[in-house]
């Protein structure tokens, strides 16, 4: 049996697809760190007084400017909306509606001034408000933040308010309740939820909005608009119901003007714009095109009036209401000072003097970040940032020059002030160049590696597709399907490798390895097409068989439409929004139909009919005893499928819904009653899984032997089970204990999850070690010689093989007649080979769970019971259909079983608690068994992820029971079995249930067969990871992408990444048992 | 012969189609604020009375499949409480899988079993009609040679039609339309009556397509 080739091709196909994965997740997911530094006002980056500058008392950084200021944001709106051309004839809908600025404007031209308002992608809401408060440019992933809340960490403009004792107020979208928890001094919230929804936020905030204004008790006012957003993602831009809600608008910000007062300014922003569809997220100029509007009463620009309305990136707000309202700029901020804001109405010069000192703080307010970051991340280029550096410094020399010729009273003159703006001009460079080198690394798509990426896994499907076709025609040569490809790919890499070093560009891990797979890939492609080419033109003597082999084929594809069609549906659902977050119940629902769809064909077929015998009336049929269990077991499963769903966790796009109460830990419950009735409710279940299993190995026979293992799951399970038992009693009462128990109760906190932790861990160790569970009696007078027709040790493998047969047949022949006579009479020779590696696999299964439903909460055990209990029924069925359709080859596992199994896993992902959403992980299984915590990010990480990822960790490891359960189920079949044999005569040698040495039998078709299982489950997996991904690029514009579909593409990579992973070490586990069964009868052979 | 049976056929699946639209037009004439998105339940219980009793009339008529000896009249009693009893027993089976299949428990419990019965009315009702209440007959029915007649291929084609529409009624209920159609069961039960609907409109046509290839065993 080749065993190494076989894993090693699983794990090439995985690499294929993890390069995919990466190749995607570099081009869409862009990561950033985030930075816990604060700033504030006795920071050193404060400018020196300039000559004739007195600092004001209680300025921080800068003197206050400006005492109060609103912030009105208007969702979306886009510059076209807030333009106006009195020469338009006839405006479209959005078009000329908010006149009311232009008045401002052209009457008040040094008090009002329109932007062009660039917002930087991802144009979503919520990414936009922390860009408007932190300055900077958070990616979907801003590394560092609590991923259990949305609350923003980073510093921030309200955060810099509140920290300097001033009163934020805000008003409208209620995204900001999330990311600013408990910062307001007042606030009113408005649910933003409902897209549908064009009234409620604005009509509750002009309720608020006068009254509040009037008041006075704030320093800041926000207030969030989302009807215009609503509008667009309802009817679009072009729509009269646009038109109203700007009319709105504008009539709000009329009487708004009227109630402000002399020393408030007013900013009137959209966060971003939008498609001519009406929605955002993405980057293309619509979408980042926005609108800001700076109004105050009190003159704040110069009388220069530019012709075209300039254009402002979005993080350039943060700095300079920063420094206008007198608290320090937030730290992380990138953005750059708006030099009008700081020109007053003082001279040339010394205007000019107040928008250089707030350059100057703001460059060195980057320049710290920019040395921070770098420090904690490698993202940003080095390159680059050497060349900021000796920008910042060079312009620093200049500044500290010019400061001292001022200082020694240089007066205002035309040359000063050239030098003056030639410095600004030297700043703003230096910020405007930081802010690009930023952008590059943080804030841009690339469709290029997002479209290769994809490419990648789906190239990575179809290989699994032709490779496990290959493997099942045992036409598979790994030496031209994995070896040339690796060498050919490692070629490319290489001369890739070699080129980067010698152009001296940094060196990029992921697209040399895409380089890899890609070329690996395509030699892989050519060389089994080769060999199709090859073998087509041996065969073809005469023309090949057309239509006839045409009509074949398609017989032979019939067998995929109903698994095939599924997976379609399955991956249809993930293109759209409402069924990803519905997917919890759309996963059973196709499962279920599945099964059902298959049972139904089988009965169509009459597979489940018994054969006609004459005696019956005609036109009448009658069930099988084997079909009956069928429908019972499907029963089964339907209610496996329907109780599952009582186990759900809940995420906030679905109204009204309720977790599941399972979730909540036994210490939460109040009644002691109903905490005592879950705690025996749970220990029960625990009892069963471990019962269940001693059941099931007893009954094959595999609890006989003395080999370690079996004595590890005689003693030890029963063990962990009380140990597990006990650890729930301590946490589920750990509230009542008094005193010095205490300390005990600490104790055993730790104690007995890490004693779980230690037993399972020696189990899969004993499992590796010695995996055969098999006892053999030496009784050998009462059953006659074993091995008679050869003397000695076999001397070939060829010997080995005509062996081997004869003597496990002895074995199941004494081990039936001892089954048949019960257990009186001792003439066994040999136990459980049968059944020797589900046996060990299945052990190594129930370790697992026990690992894993100890991270959950108590109750969850209640549905690992399920998940085992549907597993198990669900390869019952397998076998089931198997032995009644009858013709199926053996060693070829299905289509339908691989996607019933897959579609298992997703559908106990949801049961056992958990949504693709960052918020529903469970942290606390970081600190099952390390209550003080941990010192490294490893190990917290890998039990989290063993949480989220339970399901896809025990349907993966078990996924080749999926080819031996048929064999397992053979022995019960046999009487029908030798019902059949009566009928064909021919048949003259008598064959004996062998089960699963029926596999050891044809060692080539066995690893064969467990490759083309492993492809065949990558292949499922991938198809659904590639809808995904597909699913993620192309919807990347799509309101609910980074809420729904990213979160969902990550979880869903990550899934696939310990799905495949754990289906190699399953494998894995069937060779090594295979292993040991082979040296086990070489052992037998000697004796 | 067989084009007659293929007339009596189509006829009598007219009549069905006409009877179902029926439902929807006549009773606003005599109910008020009847719709069937709105009024939904009531709507069931018409459109499955309806189609109950058109079964009957039409099985009355037509007579798909005589039988030669005469039958007692407390054996047609008997015969027609059999037939009471496992068309309840379907409601109920019904009831219960499409709970299994993930349709609310205790919520609109009344709602899902008036979509039960409704599907009964599609299902069961004609096989009681064509087949009367023998099992082994029915299973026979639905395996790929059964067919016995062009009634029996008819039965098969409109009962798969009906529960294929059903199931392709759920899915746009998880979508966020808002649309009054989505909320359960109305889609699924608009779903079977199309479904069905439909198969009364292909099963003759099938059949007539195919007749060269129809060959029926005979009893
Ligand atoms: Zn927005
Ligand atoms: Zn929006």
Sequence with gaps: MQRWPVLLFLAWACFLFFSGIGLFTSGFLLMRIELTNRSSCSDPLATPAWAGQGVAPGACWMPQRVPKAVLLIIDALTFEFARFDPAKAQPRPYENKLGFLHQLAGSQPRHARLYRFRADPPTTTMQRIKGI????????????????????????????????????????????????????????????????????????????????????????????????????????????????????????????????????????????????????????????????????????????????????????????????????????????????????????????????????????QVDRFLHSYSLAAQDLPAERLRHLRELFSAAMEEHDRLLAQVREGL????????????????????????????????????????????????????????????????????????????????????????????????????????????????????????????????????????????????????????????????????????????????????????????????????????????????????????????????????????????????????????PSSFLAPLASLQSTQAKNLFYLLCVASLAGLVYAVRRWLRHYGNLNSTSPLVLFVRWAFPLAAVWIACYWAVTSGAEDTLGKLQELVQVALVGFPRAVYGLASLGLLLALWTPVTVFVKDSRESVGPIVTPYQGAPSSQADLQHVIPQIYRRMQESLKSQLDRGHQRATVAAYGLGSVYSATLVIVLTLLGFLLLMLHSERMSLAFLLLFLEAFVLLRIHACVVSLAGDAEPFVVPWYAVTAWVFAATQFFYSTGHQPIFPAIHWNAAFVGFQEGHSTHLLPAVLVGANTFASHILFAVGCPLLLLWPFVCEAPNSQRRRLKKELREELQEEEEPVMEMRLRESPERFSAALLQLGLKYLFVLGVQLLACVWAAMILRRHLMVWKVFAPKFLFEALGFMVSSICLLLGIFLVMRVDCAVSAWFEQLQTR | MKDTEIKRLLSAHIVSVLSIILTTIVPPLFLENFSVLGTHLIWLCICSICVTTVNIILYIILKPNPSSKRISFAHKVTKFLKCCVFFFISCILFHGIIVLYGAPLIESVLETFLFAVLLSTFTTLHCLCMLGPNIQAWIRVFSKNGAMSIWDNSLQITTMCSIVGAWLGAFPIPLDWDRPWQIWPISCSLGATFGYVAGLIIAPLWIYWNRKQLTYKSR
């Design chain 1, 411 to 658: 007066s205002a003159s035309p040359e000063l002030e050239a030098r003056l703006g030639r410095l600004v001009g030297r700043f703003q460079r230096y910020l405007r160049e930081a802010r690009a080198v930023c952008m590059e690394s943080w804030a841009r798509f690339h469709p290029l590696r997002m479209v290769a990426g994809c490419a990648l896994i789906a190239a990575s499907c179809l290989l699994c597709c032709v490779a496990s076709e290959l493997a099942a025609a045992l036409d598979f040569s790994y030496r031209s399907c994995l070896l040339y490809p690796l060498l050919w790919g490692l070629a490319v890499a290489a001369v890739l490798g070699l080129g980067h070093l010698l152009t001296r560009e940094g060196l990029d891990l992921i697209l040399v390895l895409s380089w890899l797979a890609a070329a690996s890939q395509l030699a892989f492609f050519w060389h089994s097409w080769g060999r199709r080419s090859r073998r087509a033109h041996l065969a073809g003597g005469q023309p090949p068989v057309a239509s006839a082999g045409l009509w074949q084929r398609l017989r032979a594809w019939q067998g995929l439409v109903l698994p095939m069609g599924i997976l379609f549906i399955r991956c249809c659902a993930m293109f759209s929004d409402s069924f990803v977050v519905a997917e919890a119940r759309v996963a059973p629902f196709l499962l279920a139909s599945l099964a059902i769809l298959l049972v139904g064909k089988l009965h169509w077929h009459g597979r489940l009919t018994a054969p006609e015998v004459p005696k019956q009336p005609p036109g009448s049929a009658f069930y099988q005893k084997e079909s009956w269990q069928l429908l019972c077991l499907l029963a089964v499963l339907l209610a496996c499928l329907r109780l599952s769903g009582l186990f759900h966790q809940c995420r906030e796009e679905i109204p009204h819904c309720q």
């Design chain 1, 133 to 364: 408060t932190t300055g900077s440019l958070p990616t979907f992933i801003d590394v560092g933040s609590n991923f259990a809340s949305y609350a923003i960490q980073e510093d921030n403009l309200l955060g810099q308010l509140v920290q300097n004792g001033r009163r934020v107020v805000f008003m409208g979208d209620d995204t900001w309740d999330g990311l600013f928890p408990q910062k307001f001094f007042r606030s009113y919230f408005f649910p933003s939820f409902n897209v549908k929804d064009l009234h409620t936020v604005d009509d509750g905030i002009l309720q608020h909005l006068y009254p509040t204004v009037d008041g006075g008790e704030w320093d800041l006012l926000i207030a969030h608009f989302l009807g215009v957003d609503h509008c667009g993602h309802k009817h679009g831009p072009d729509h009269p119901e646009m038109a109203k809600k700007l009319t709105q608008m504008n009539e709000m910000l009329r009487s708004l003007v009227d109630h402000l007062g002399n020393d408030t300014l007013l900013l009137v922003a959209g966060d971003h714009g939008m498609t001519e569809t009406g929605d955002h997220g993405g980057d293309s100029e619509k979408e980042v095109n926005a609108a800001l509007f700076v109004y105050s009463k009190t003159p704040l620009f110069g009388a220069h009036l530019p012709e075209e309305p300039e254009t402002i990136p979005q993080v350039n707000l943060v700095p300079t209401l920063a420094l206008l309202l007198g608290v320090p700029i937030p730290y992380g901020n990138i953005g750059e000072v708006m030099a009008e804001l700081f020109s007053g109405d003082g001279a040339a010069t010394s205007a000019a003097l107040s928008q250089l000192s707030a350059y100057h703080i703001n460059a060195r």
